[in-house]
């Protein structure tokens, strides 16, 4: 009776098992083309000079331009199932000649991207809204296309392994990122420019694997109280 106790019990574990295996098959199959990329963002160094900086948002009409995304505590997240990139966290008013003053509070989203792979994209969409505040006076940031047809021209956002405006220093696939934000004035060209660097968690999936043998263990659990409570019943 003992014996066939035990070999029933090992049964019933080893169909769990089967059972919670498919499961983790599933997951891993869901979750190797989804994720959530967050990015550290830098202000965009300029490439005339070392050193120097080009901006990490300028606003022309307004006659603003914003730096140090490394001074605060900005950052992009990017979600590829959904198409949705945010941008949040805060950068200083430049002042000029080297002078700062307020540290405004930056938020932007922007729906339905173009995924490109590996955390990087493309926005064609023209859904990308957003403000910079300082508490007292606030600008709207809406979506501006860069002229012409794509693949260079209708852009409104990019997130690239493109280190072109970058001087030697920095690697070639350094991750650059640039917007165009809205603007009355057709010569203007308001925008976004910064470097990206892997952050809050890195640019890579929530660890599946990990996840999966806790659902496959539990599972396995499961199974063998099942069967201990239909043999005292």
Same mark, same amino acid.
């Given at each position: 009776? %003992? =014996? ?5 019990? %090992?049964?019933?574990? +080893? ?100 995924? !490109?792979?590996?955390?990087? +994209?493309?926005? +064609? ?7 910079? =505040? ?25 997130? !690239? ?71 005292? =019943?």
């Amino acid at each position: 009776l %003992i =014996s066939e106790t035990i070999g029933g019990n %090992i049964k019933v574990f +080893f169909k769990t098992v089967k059972l919670a295996a498919a499961m983790v098959v599933g997951l891993g199959t869901m979750g190797a083309s989804a994720a959530t990329f967050t990015y550290d963002l830098f202000d965009h160094p300029g490439a005339s000079k070392a050193g120097t900086y080009d901006y990490g948002l300028r606003l022309d009409e307004q006659g603003k331009r914003f730096f140090s995304f490394n001074a605060g505590s900005a950052t992009l997240t990017y979600d590829d199932v959904l198409g949705k990139v945010r941008i949040a966290g805060t950068m200083v008013e430049s002042l000029g000649n080297g002078m700062f003053g307020a540290v405004w509070n930056v938020k932007y989203t922007i729906n339905n991207v173009t995924d !490109l792979g590996n955390g990087l +994209f493309e926005d +064609f969409s023209g859904t990308g809204v957003g403000t910079i =505040s300082d508490g007292v006076t606030s600008f709207a940031l809406g979506a501006q296309a860069l002229g012409g047809v794509p693949p260079n021209g209708g852009q409104y956002f990019q997130l !690239l392994a493109d280190a072109d405006r970058l001087d030697d220093s920095f690697p070639d696939n350094t991750i650059v990122g640039r917007g165009w934000v809205n603007s009355q004035d057709p010569n203007c060209c308001n925008d976004f420019l910064f470097i990206a660097e892997e952050g809050g968690g890195g640019r890579g999936v929530v660890p599946l694997p990990a996840a999966a043998w806790m659902l496959l263990s539990g599972v396995a659990g499961l199974g063998v109280v099942a069967r201990r409570r239909r043999q005292k =019943s």
